[in-house]
């Protein structure tokens, strides 16, 4: 039996604590980006998924669209790259 992990109820932004409500969205696994454009000062992205088997043409389907403010883009990059800090990465890709 698996436990439930307990999220935070609030979560700061600056120097303020914000309420969390959390809707239970399903992660999804993204093997691609589908968009990648500045419209308007917010950062649209898109993610997919390839679905790729012997007997058919891979399709990508898209499972995620994201549009984030500058500020929340640059935060956003500034956490992926503290994350991936000391992570080597090979010329195919793979750590």
Do not use: Y
Not at 64 to 73: C, F, G, H, P, V
Not at 90 to 95: F, L, P
């Amino acid at each position: 039996m698996t436990e439930d992990i307990q999220q935070p109820r609030r979560i700061a932004f600056g120097d303020k604590w914000l309420a969390l409500s959390d809707h239970h969205v399903e992660p999804v696994s993204a093997d691609i980006c589908t968009e990648a454009r500045l419209f308007h000062e917010t950062i649209c992205l898109g993610f997919g998924s390839i679905e790729w088997d012997a007997n058919n043409d891979p399709v990508v389907t898209v499972n995620a669209r994201l549009r984030l403010s500058i500020a929340s883009a640059t935060d956003l990059r500034n956490m992926i790259d503290g994350m991936l800090k000391g992570i080597v990465v090979t010329k195919e890709g793979a750590n």
